[in-house]
């Protein structure tokens, strides 16, 4: 079975500070993507890589970078939190090449809070 | 701008009834379609992809409408366990940002 994990379930941080989501998927898929969840709002994409040292901007990159120094890891960075990013934030992963279209095997979640 | 509609319900259903919902999408250009789960508080798992010629999976049925630009979801003697968020998902088949989620339908079924 396809494994995605992260780092955290439950995450609590200030206002300004730095925060990483860590990412990991163990079936050497080619793509990773960061989503988050809010009630009203559904699945919205933040960033998405094909492939190692890739990445490209979703439908609301604002506020966010991410890394891929490794194929089975992409972290999502929050440089400086802010409260309107509380949120649930999904990870997935799928297998296909860019171009393609391909069952997206998501994580258990994060969910943060921005005090 | 592409969308994908869903009623968010909640669809309140008896132990064993049918039920059904729809899906509709704005950009006539989408390839694939699929069905995904959510259970509260975890995260979405595929239920079923939608091809053009109707599937079944059991008890659950996908249909898709290209004329009307709808896609449906039957579950037919529906089980406690049915009780979750169904999402709708349509793509435009260029990779990941012709990924579009619905915000999903939420289903209870009642003892």
């Known amino acids: 079975d396809v494994k995605v994990t992260q780092s955290s379930r439950y995450l609590v941080k200030r206002t300004g500070e730095k925060v990483f989501l860590e990412c990991v998927q163990d079936?050497?898929?080619?793509?990773m993507f960061w989503y988050r969840q809010d009630p009203g709002l559904g699945l919205r994409l933040i960033y998405f890589?094909?492939?190692?040292?890739?990445?490209e901007k979703g439908d609301i990159p604002e506020g966010y970078s991410v890394s891929r120094e490794k194929k089975e890891r992409f972290s999502l960075i929050l440089e400086s939190a802010s409260t309107n990013q509380t949120s649930m934030y999904l990870c997935?992963?799928?297998?296909?090449?860019?171009?393609?279209?391909?069952?997206?095997?998501f994580g258990p979640g994060t969910r943060l809070t921005v005090l | 701008r592409k969308e994908v509609e869903q009623d968010p319900g909640p669809f309140n259903v008896p132990e064993g009834a049918t039920v059904a919902f729809n899906c509709t999408y704005s950009n006539s250009a989408s390839q694939s379609f699929f069905w995904y789960r959510q259970d509260c508080r975890k995260e979405p798992k595929l239920l079923m992809s939608?091809?053009?010629s109707g599937n079944e999976d059991g008890r659950f049925t996908a249909q898709l409408n290209r004329a009307s630009q709808y896609i449906s979801l039957l579950i037919r003697d529906s089980k406690l366990s049915d009780s979750a968020t169904y999402l709708c998902v349509v793509s435009l088949g260029g990779g990941a940002d012709g990924l579009t989620f619905g915000k999903g339908t939420h289903l209870i079924i009642q003892p």
């Open positions: 890589s094909y492939d190692v040292k890739m990445k």
């Open positions: 939608v091809y053009s």
């Open positions: 997935a992963s799928s297998f296909l090449p860019s171009g393609s279209t391909d069952t997206q095997y």
């Open positions: 079936m050497d898929h080619e793509n």
